[in-house]
């Protein structure tokens, strides 16, 4: 078959290579495309009787009760919010002695750390949307039938006569990085 300028002739574009900047480009697609959990429907959530704000991944319930915190006695309201087994709640409980709230927002920390029987376990400080220094908490431990491996990434904070936690507590394989961190970054005390 003639050819123009004696080249070979092209094969039709669908068998063509493609060139590397454009197999970079579709292979980062796929992974963006794959790394979607069309599951987790954010949301923005604003505390009914605490100022927080706060997205959450599905529609939330609300509830409140009793607890101690070593030794002190408050009502602790929690919004949460549940998919694939990974749990995303924000808890608020006031606290009116300024002396007692450091002693109450510590107790809140190690609760969960007992709870999931924390074997790992790191703190940083941070400070939430809305300028509140807080401490962010990121565990590994077992709970639940069988001692499942689980993860736990939270932020503790106060401000005013309330203490708040926002955690999100789930399956090891099943709480990602990328969840926690949309969780946990639109955390903000108002």
Known sequence: MPTLF????????????????????????LAALAACNPALNWREVRGSDAPYSVLLPAKPTTFARPVDLNGLKVEMSMTAAEVDGVSYAVASARVPDAAQRSAALAAMQEAMLRNIGASQRQERAVV????????????????????????????????????????ALGP?????????DTFLGSFALR
């Open 128 to 167: 939430l949307d809305g300028g509140t220094p807080a401490v962010e908490v990121t565990a590994r431990g077992h709970a639940g039938p069988g001692k499942r491996p689980v993860a736990m990434h939270a932020r503790f904070a106060q401000r005013g006569e309330r203490v708040f936690q926002a955690v």
């Open 172 to 180: 090891a394989d099943a709480l990602t990085a990328e969840a926690a």
């Open 6 to 29: 004696n080249r070979p002739p092209r094969p039709p574009s669908s068998l063509r290579p493609l060139k590397p900047l454009r197999l970079l480009a579709v292979a980062g697609l």
